[in-house]
């Protein structure tokens, strides 16, 4: 109703279809992308996969009856025997067996000299973070790409979400920003040379459904003469290279990257 659910519920939530109601995790993943707020990658999908035990691998989470009636105040009581009490994660169960840790993907930086049409999207908001002032801009819109999480139609309160979001970023902007939909990845080529832009400029998207559409674009950009660029932020590229299972190998560098983004 709210599209807003704490994070221990999500983990119940989770742990119960995997491991008690034994149904596949990736709809429960769509389930919830469709319905949150927040259903993107790194909050949705990889939470999903480290309950399952494919995250961070060989540890499973499984729901207590008597974690969930403590932290909810006794407002869900289920009984131990409802709930599965032990379980194995789901390595042996991926078709295409466990991906492989990659580094992050090195982003195009922006070229100063371009016309550049800016692009943004619900990736990242946070436009006062990255010198668009600094760029020859011929064009700039807002992107909503809300319906590429799934197949499934997804939730209005979502779709409102990502509205709002944009709306907000593009006032604080302070250009002239026009309101694209998610459509065919030809026509970010076509968006771009109707401008007279010969690079696109995003702040970076780092995996997921809008990326995979990136990506089916890159071809059509490349053959119009777009260079396609992605800003990523310093403490991005510092941080991401030591998240590759749970949050303590984080926690132990955070003095670390203080002192480097301080300095």
Known sequence: ?????????????????????KLPWRL??????????????????????????LHTR?????AQASNIARFTEERCMPRA??????????????PDGLPECKAPRVPNAPQLHLPTALLLTEEDCRIEDFPFQDLIC????????SPLRSPR????????FEAGALADVAQRSGLAVSAMQIGAPSDLARWALQSGAQQIVT????VGPLRDWLARAQPELEAAGIYLAEWRRDWDAMIWPHATAGFFKVKKQIPKFLRTICA
């Open 153 to 160: 139609e997804v939730a209005q309160l979502v779709v409102r």
């Open 28 to 53: 429960g993943a769509d389930f919830f992308l469709r319905n949150l707020l927040d259903g993107d990658p790194a909050s949705n999908t990889l939470s999903w996969r480290w309950v399952a035990g």
């Open 81 to 94: 025997q409802e709930l599965t009490q032990s379980a194995s994660g789901l390595e042996a169960l991926e």
């Open 1 to 21: 109703e709210t599209g807003y659910l704490h994070n221990h519920a999500r983990m119940w939530f989770a742990s119960i279809w995997i491991f008690t109601l």
């Open 203 to 206: 702040p970076y998207v780092p």
């Open 58 to 62: 060989g540890k499973p989470y499984v």
């Open 138 to 145: 011929t064009a700039a819109a807002t992107l909503a790409a």
